[in-house]
Every structure is written in C-alpha cells, then in structure tokens.
C-alpha cells in the first residue's frame, strides 16, 4: 500500500483563507452600513486597493543552515514586551463590532501575547478597558480642538495603564470617504466617544469638541510626552525628512501609515514607504508599520526591511465580530504561527535575526 505523505501541513487551508473566512462571516454578522464604514477608503481607493498587493513587490533571499528548531517571535518595544511583533491598530467604535468593543479585543489580543493600541474614539472608558486588559496596550490620541480634552485623556490613558501614546498625524481632517459617504450609524450615546464626555465643559457638543486640530506642529509631541509621562510614538508618516523631524522633536517611535487607505488618497504605500523611512530614522527609534498586513510573509517582508512590529487593522475588526475576543485571539495567534512558520524556512530563529539582505524588490 501506498504510503500517504501530508500535501500541506499547516493544518488547514493557511492564514490567508482564515481571514477570508473571519471577513465573510464578519461581512455576514454586521449591519451594512457598519462594514461598509470598515470596508471604506477615501477618494478613489487606490490607496486602499494597493496596500495588500504591495507587499509581494519584494522577494526574500533567506539564510540555510541555520538552527531553527526553536523560533522566538518575543518582541521589544519601548521597554514593552510582547510574545509576537503583531499589534493591533487603533480602531474606532469597537462596540459596533462587538457588545463588549475594546474590552473584548484587548482581552483576545493579550491572551495571544499581543500590544494592543486603544482608539481615542474607543466605545469603552479606559479604565474597563485598562481593568479588562490580560496583555500590554497603548493609547491613541488625537489633538482635539480642545486640547484639554486630549491632555485629560492620556494622563487618565497613564493612570489606567497605558504604556505610551500613539499621536495619529494625519489626520488634520477626517478623509472624506465615498462609500460611507451620507451614511448614518446609528451608535448609542453610551459607546459614542464615552471617553470624552466627562471632560466636556457644560454646553459643549463632544462632536466638535472632539474634532482633530488642523493647527497641530511638532512640539505637541513633547506636550503630550510631558503631561502624560510617557513615551510618544508618532503615527502615519510616510517620508524619511518627516520622520527624523518627528525624532528630533523628541517622539519614541514612528508608525509608518497611511491609515488602512482611509486619509490622503494615492500615497505610496507603506511597504514602499517603510525604507525611507527607515532611512530618515536611522535607528534613533523604533519604526512600526501597518496596511494591509495579512499573513506571516508580509510581516516577515516588513520586519527584514527593518520595522520593529507590524500592526493589524480591519481582521482584527471581522474576528471580533465573529468570535469576539476568543476571535480576536485566534487570529493573532494564526499570523503568528504563521509568521514563526515562514521565519523557520527563511531561516531566522529570531526577529533580531531578519535583516535587509534577506529582501530585495521583485
Ligand atoms: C482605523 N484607523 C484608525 N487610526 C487611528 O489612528 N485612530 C483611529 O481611531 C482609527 N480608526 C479606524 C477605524 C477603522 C474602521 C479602520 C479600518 C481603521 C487606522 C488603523 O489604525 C490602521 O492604520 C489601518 O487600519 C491599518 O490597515 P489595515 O490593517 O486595516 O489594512
């Protein structure tokens, strides 16, 4: 009798078909108006259409004859430790997706030793998401218009245990979305940006309190640094000069962004922008990226050109509204299985141990 050897031994289908499954069941669970509003890019899309794809313009040249018995994703940053270099990306109104919003996904994400990063827009106060926390998470914030209400929101974001702030910066206006576009979803006023509500002077309409400020210049980095006491990272640079211009304004970190396609339209995506970067960062600071990261090779991609992490948005969304935290988990836990699997052929036993020479543009 003929013997049978495994095809495929990744014990299913791979990560890519999991999330496809995770989206149509997300796609299924949710009102139309809520997908189309995570769906969504701005302008024409391309940006969005195009984040996913560029990611397999480059091609790997891995190591052989390496010791890959063992592989350690464990991931450092900012003297937070985590157990895989994925985190997830901020996102607003969780609770749309899931009656327990962000305590439900900064649970999932811990459990699978993930950093999670918290949305100033998030559906739950900080301190329930704090207490719900099992894993690390960092706090988002935009400057508000009111700048108290951003300074009162991550002394509190410090005192609930947040380890640093991630200032999103390109966002001086909200980027005008086609699909969504008229559309109303309908939030309930206890998950509409509860966090802000009890900072509101009496009288003042949270929606336009709450509005990014279009004036924003480099010494907010420090401001905010210096209220909250902690370390801030800045999100949604897509140039090297900029980025070194962030440093020497004294942020911890960049997040290379162009925001799940959903600001400036027609951007270079980031996994063409990360080099640059990369490059204007010259190591000072820890360097993230995120956009259309769906698999242990994107992320293996990402981290040999040199980022420290990789976030991941809209799967995360699907897998708490299909599965909740226990969702969430198991997707954080299949991109790392498969990250680790992708690392072994590679040949790398460790992040530490990917480099530049290991990618080259296809
Ligand atoms: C976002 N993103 C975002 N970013 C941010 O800094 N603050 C926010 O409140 C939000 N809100 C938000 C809502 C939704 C529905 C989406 C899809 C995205 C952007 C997010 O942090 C991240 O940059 C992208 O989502 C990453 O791209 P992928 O993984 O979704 O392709």
Known sequence: RAGRLPVADDGGGGVLSELADSRERAR????REVWDYYEAGSGDEVTLGEAEAAWRDFRLRPRVLQDVSRVDLATRLLGTVAASPFVVAPMAFHALAHPDGECATVRGAGDAG???????????TL??????????????????????????????????????????????????KGRVSGVRIAVRDDQYLVNLAQHLVPGAVAREAAEQDPS????????????????????????GDEAARCVEAGAAGVVVSTHGGRQLDRVVPSAHALPDVLEGVGGRVPVLVDGGIRSGTDALVALA??????????PVLWALAAGGAEGVREVLHGLAEDLRHVMAVAGAARPDALDRSMVTTA
């Open 216 to 239: 924003m210049t480099p010494d907010t980095i420090g401001r905010l640094a210096e209220v909250s006491g902690l370390p801030v990272v800045v999100k949604g640079v897509l140039r």
């Open 127 to 176: 301190e329930d998401i704090g207490a719900a926390a099992t894993g690390p998470w960092w706090f988002q914030a935009y400057l508000m218009r009111d700048r108290g209400l951003t300074e009162a929101l991550v002394r509190r974001a410090a005192a609930a245990g947040a380890r640093a702030v991630v200032l999103t910066v390109d966002t001086p206006y909200v980027g005008r």
């Open 28 to 31: 299924a669970a949710l009102p």
């Open 305 to 314: 050109l040199g980022a420290d992490a990789v976030l991941v948005g809209r």
């Open 114 to 124: 993930c950093l999670t990063v918290v949305s100033t827009r998030a559906s739950r």
